[in-house]
């Protein structure tokens, strides 16, 4: 793990400050306070992490650990996609980290089934990650909720609107684009288009790799209404049959958006 003392210091303080342990702090948000048969809902994940300490995103890069979500659920409720927060870059004594820090929320989409019977639904989060100061030390925590059924779907929780701002941030999927996926050599380049498209007048975009590899700043170029980027191989490592990721500019990818993150998964052509 990559020593760093500043971070370890000010972890230690917060948990001082605290009289306790540093602990990531977790809480499990429903988007509504009941569920119906047939009917679709959300359920944000909030982890708070201590001043001065990190969690790794799903690949945590070149150290620390993956944070990981695992549902457990009863029968009738399925769980789908789960959106996660797009990290930070971190390098530190030339190691690249893909991290959270402050308050990072994962969002989990959930369906019901026309035939689920009972009067309440009770769901369970296992999570694991690791807190980084100087050392990366494992730590798993588990969350649960329970959630009336009703035949009618209910209003929005009033704790779910609070997350507005944060659920508005998570990388944007858009199925009006277009992502092409060109091997070049030992790199792979990518080029954006569609209507929903923002032509980018920043010059760089960041992209984290989903599955392996570290991310890495890339030169984001116009060709008319498409935008182009290359990413080398310590984006992609050995060249893949498949390019997934995540991609950050400093201001929105969509039209309408405020989303500056874009959701990536193509195969190489």
Same mark, same amino acid.
């Given at each position: ?18 009289? &306790? ?12 306070? /009941?569920?119906?048969?047939?009917? /679709?809902?959300? %359920? +944000? ?22 944070? !990981? $979500? /695992? ?7 399925? /769980?789908?996609? !789960?959106?996660? *927060?797009? *990290? ?15 308050? &990072? ?48 779907? +209910? ?11 944060? $659920?508005?941030?998570?990388?944007? %999927? ?8 060109? @091997? ?13 498209? $923002?032509?980018?007048?920043? @010059?760089?975009?960041?992209?984290? *790799?989903?599955?392996?590899? %570290? ?12 935008? !182009? ?18 991609? %950050?500019?400093?201001? *929105? ?7 500056? &993150?874009? @959701? ?6």
């Amino acid at each position: 793990m990559r020593p760093l003392a500043a971070a370890l210091a000010l972890c230690v303080a917060a948990a001082a400050r605290a009289q &306790a342990p540093a602990v990531v702090q977790v809480a499990a948000i429903p988007e509504v306070a /009941a569920i119906g048969p047939g009917g /679709a809902f959300r %359920v +944000a994940v909030r982890l708070r992490v201590p001043e001065g300490c990190h969690i790794g995103w799903v690949n945590p890069g070149q150290s620390g650990l993956p944070t !990981t $979500i /695992a549902w457990q659920m009863p029968t009738g409720v399925s /769980a789908e996609e !789960t959106q996660w *927060p797009y *990290p930070e870059r971190d390098e530190t004594a030339g190691f690249v980290s893909h991290v959270y820090r402050g308050v &990072a929320v994962v969002v989990t989409r959930f369906t019901v089934d026309s035939s689920l019977r009972g009067s309440s639904a009770d769901l369970r989060a296992d999570l694991s990650w690791g807190l980084c100061g100087t050392t990366c030390i494992p730590q798993r925590e588990t969350v649960a909720l329970t959630l009336p059924v009703r035949p009618r779907p +209910a209003e929005p929780a009033a704790e779910w609107r609070a997350l507005t701002p944060s $659920i508005e941030a998570l990388p944007a %999927v858009s199925t009006s684009l277009t992502v092409r996926a060109v @091997a070049l050599g030992d790199s792979v380049r990518l080029t954006i288009a569609g209507s929903p498209l $923002i032509v980018l007048t920043s @010059a760089t975009a960041t992209f984290f *790799p989903l599955r392996s590899g %570290v991310a890495v700043v890339v030169a984001v170029r116009r060709r008319g209404r498409d935008v !182009t980027l290359t990413l080398p191989t310590s984006a992609v490592r050995a060249l893949p049959s498949r390019v997934a990721g995540v991609l %950050v500019a400093g201001r *929105p990818w969509l039209v309408g958006s405020r989303r500056r &993150a874009l @959701a990536i998964d193509a195969v190489v052509e």
